[in-house]
């Protein structure tokens, strides 16, 4: 029938192949146009195949000319390529047609720049409609450039121009919860991108969590502790008690303390290097990028920066550090009340958060603190909009109306170290 054995392998496999009767003139014309379209299927992914290869070869030869080699993070896979011109037409001529080879592709690509350049504007169009559709209308997002790490998107259609772009896999729908996170970062959501959030390399834990305690099958106690990253995926999965989310960041010592006890995983083929493109088309182990960092660019393990001096494969699930930091071993020491200035401890104070019918309970001044901190997950309430002084019968305030209750600062302060 003029099938390459190749193509003929596809139906190899079937039962019909193997019958041990007799094949009939008979038999034969009743399943032939059956095994017939499974060989020109195959045919045809082969061929696709060969000619998305030609392709992504002169594309790695574009990405090696660009840098740092992580820039090629932000460029659209080379199956987004095959559905743009001119190499659509390459990609989808006729099988049984004049042979594409190589050389067709050669004459293209002068042009891949170009391609590139209008593929990406229609994934941000893509993912523009896609913030549009999650906001219900709302303009919160219009400030934010589509690039800033505050914009993390979930695709499950394979056809859709966004689906694999955005460098994590969690849902955008969530995403604004982090936002406290960048301010503990010292970064604005609106401007902060993933690699410069890389290359701060910071350590956060989540307030709203309650610290482990030794006999929940921790050796110390202490709270967990993420990377930027890790910190979102944890604000996905927590789908209660973080309506108010909050974040610190390790200061120098602690993080050096934490980053001695991460494990990295030597075997896996994760990371290329950001100096040169030699692992652009193999990601390599933890191991072998560090040893190349020292031996091609004199950059010592020690000092070697993740998203400066390397990168890993974005399409792989992100992982939080999975270590402890035992000097954050109370909740308490974070939110401890004290009585504000010009009040004493007969003030009494209502709930805001709580529902009208139950807001007839008072609360002393370390009580409302501890209870919002409880009830509602509120770490730093403020006056008239968390809590409220009580009205006496004479109608005057028998709180103080003016002054907010201050907490003691928490143990972790804000850093870029």
Known sequence: MGYLDVDIHAISSLPVVHRKSPLTPGA????????????????????????????????LDFKKT???PAMCLTLPPTRFLCKMPPFKAL??????GPLITN?????SRASLPSVVDECVKLIRDSLKDAIEQACGGSSQWEDFDITAAALVFQCRDTECLAADYAPNWVSYGRQAKFQIGYEALGRDPKTATPEGLDQLNARLVCLQCKPYQKYQNHRVAGRQVYSWRGAIVHM???KSGHEQPSWAILNSNERAAVVKR???????????CNHCSDHLDSWQSHAVVMDHLTRSHDIPTKTATPGLDYFRNPARPVLDTGVICPNLDQVSTLSTPRIPPGSTPSDRFHCSRCPSTQRQRTFIPQGIISHLKDKHRILKPELHKDYTPEVSKEGSSAGPSSHPLPTKPAPLTASTS
Do not use: C, G
Not at 91 to 96: G, L, Q, R, S
Not at 103 to 107: H, K, V
């Open 103 to 107: 050389a067709d592709f050669e004459a």
């Open 262 to 272: 991460e494990y990295i995983n030597s075997y896996q083929r994760l990371w290329a």
């Open 91 to 96: 990609i989808e001529a006729d099988v049984d």
């Open 236 to 238: 996905h999965q927590e």
């Open 66 to 68: 660009l840098a740092p």
């Open 28 to 59: 034969w014309s009743l399943m032939k146009s059956t095994l017939e379209k499974i060989v020109k299927d195959a045919k045809l992914r082969r061929i696709v195949s060969t000619r998305t290869d030609h392709l992504d070869a002169i594309y």
